[in-house]
């Protein structure tokens, strides 16, 4: 195992910042999985099961088991989690720019079509080994101005040429569920069948460039703008993504994070890139995949005091009540019923809300929305 710190940018006189790394295996000899967790800072879950996952590692490292590379970064945020407003902790934007730390990654395909594609031929792996090193020297010649950039900079220069990405989140309140792209699906289904996913979200570009769909969608927007200009030039999913919800903010138990590690670690012998000779059978699915676009974000259409009537995880029909908003000063009650069929995977953790707030989600099977399909 080789630990590498990675200074950022400094955005003040005597202010340093420095991100974190650690290296399993030997770079080149397989598959490449990289792991990081809390790049919102508040959402600490990730952060618990790459501590229980890095011994594990070590372990398999020191036994020469990893046949391939890993590269594990237990907290990818060291911005986020120096920021706090009135003892509360603000790690989703970035106070200097209001820019929501997993949002505004560049768009690889845009920028990297012009200069590879007349290098680009028959062969899908030596294509996938052409875009890599283009990406490679996108990243070496990116001059950040900022410390967030420089940090966006760092964590796509350690995740750019890696097979699988596994971004570590958690909602506010939730079960476990994923957000995955289309084409990433096939590959990653039993790492959230290992998991005990509760929703599977999927989508072809959710909106926002978030970092996981920097990475893969470049991609599928490489192949597709290849054949818009007439190449026919084998491209495959170089990069498979996916964020993983761990539950909700307040689940940071060591059982759930010693069941997380246990799962990934699974997920990894699965891939054959750990050979412990132990190859665990894939678990039985707890959920079919459903479309991003048919998951319904509830709202409160006035202020109020929130009481839940359902609870994450739990499965819904049309107009089952959700939720109540209690108006104490005109004795009002608005009712917030269930618009689709589906699971309740998500919900605020705050009880107080004023018109117009997020309440929860439901994943419901029917594409209904369009244009971007993520959250602020």
């Given at each position: 195992m080789q630990r590498i710190d990675h200074p950022l940018l400094s955005p003040s006189l005597g202010s340093h910042k420095k991100l974190s790394s650690f290296h399993f295996g030997k770079p080149g000899s397989g598959l490449k999985v990289y792991i990081q967790a809390?790049?919102?800072?508040?959402?600490?879950?990730?952060?618990?099961?790459?501590?229980?996952?890095?011994?594990?590692?070590?372990?398999?490292?020191?036994?020469?088991?990893?046949?391939?590379?890993?590269?594990?970064v237990p907290v990818s945020n060291p911005i986020g989690l120096s920021q706090r407003l009135d003892h509360k902790p603000m790690g989703r934007f970035e106070l200097d720019s209001s820019e929501n730390f997993n949002r505004?990654?560049?768009?690889?395909?845009k920028e990297l079509l012009p200069t590879i594609a007349n290098k680009l031929g028959a062969d899908g792996a030596a294509n996938v080994a052409t875009v890599r090193a283009a990406m490679g020297d996108y990243l070496s010649n990116w001059s950040p101005e900022t410390e967030l950039q420089s940090?966006?900079?760092?964590?796509?220069?350690?995740a750019h040429d890696a097979d699988i990405v596994l971004d570590l989140h958690c909602d506010c309140e939730g079960v476990m569920h994923f957000y995955c792209e289309e084409t990433c699906w096939p590959r990653l289904a039993p790492i959230a069948h290992f998991m005990g996913s509760q929703a599977i979200l999927l989508a072809k570009d959710s909106g926002g460039g978030p970092i996981d769909e920097c990475l893969s969608g470049a991609w599928w927007r490489l192949a597709e703008a290849l054949k818009k200009q007439g190449l026919d030039h084998p491209l495959p999913q170089g990069c498979c993504t996916t964020t993983i919800e761990l539950r909700g903010e307040l689940d940071v138990t060591h059982a759930y994070a010693t069941q997380d590690a246990h799962a990934i670690f699974a997920y990894l012998e699965h891939l054959g890139l750990l050979q412990t000779g132990h190859k665990p059978e894939v678990p039985a699915a707890l959920c079919q995949p459903t479309p991003l676009a048919g998951s319904q974000t509830l709202r409160a259409k006035?202020?109020?005091?929130?009481v839940y009537a359902a609870t994450p995880g739990q499965r819904l029909?049309?107009?089952?009540?959700?939720a109540e908003v209690i108006d104490p000063v005109d004795a009002l009650t608005q009712e917030v019923r269930a618009g689709v069929d589906g699971v309740f995977y998500a919900r605020i953790r705050d009880r107080y809300v004023t018109a117009g707030c997020e309440l929860g989600k439901i994943a419901g099977p029917t594409p209904f929305r369009t244009g971007p399909l993520l959250g602020d």
């Open positions: 809390s790049l919102h800072a508040e959402e600490l879950p990730g952060m618990l099961a790459a501590y229980h996952l890095r011994p594990l590692l070590e372990a398999a490292d020191a036994a020469g088991q990893i046949v391939g590379s890993v590269v594990l505004h990654y560049p768009d690889f395909a940090m966006r900079k760092t964590l796509l220069t350690l006035g202020p109020g005091v929130v029909k049309k107009g089952d009540l959700v």
